[in-house]
């Protein structure tokens, strides 16, 4: 099983690809955390507030990205990096 996330704005989309017998089964799950617009104060977990840091620290940055689209990707994939590999430990704040 694979699985693969995509960020737009506040949605994120995650994609679940299952190899079976030759065929490949998908599974789509969407789930809105604001997290574009989220600010420290209302982080909800170690894990937004990771997102959150990284994002402000992108915001403006001309060597950076090209877009808000692209920042948010950044932030996406090295949070969930930091979780899977247990640098962010705990999920409640």
């Not at 809105?32 to 909800?44: F, G, I, R, S």
Request: with cysteine.
């Amino acid at each position: 099983m694979r699985s693969e996330k995509i960020r737009k704005g506040s949605r994120l989309t995650t994609r679940l690809y299952s190899d079976n017998h030759g065929t490949t089964s998908e599974s789509a799950f969407f789930e809105v955390d604001n997290l574009d617009t989220k600010t420290l104060d209302q982080a909800e977990s170690n894990y937004e507030e990771v997102f959150i840091r990284i994002r402000e620290l992108l915001r403006g940055k001309p060597w950076c990205c090209d877009s808000e689209e692209d920042s948010l990707f950044i932030c996406q994939t090295i949070a969930d990096d930091l979780r899977s590999n247990l640098l962010i430990r705990k999920e409640e704040r």
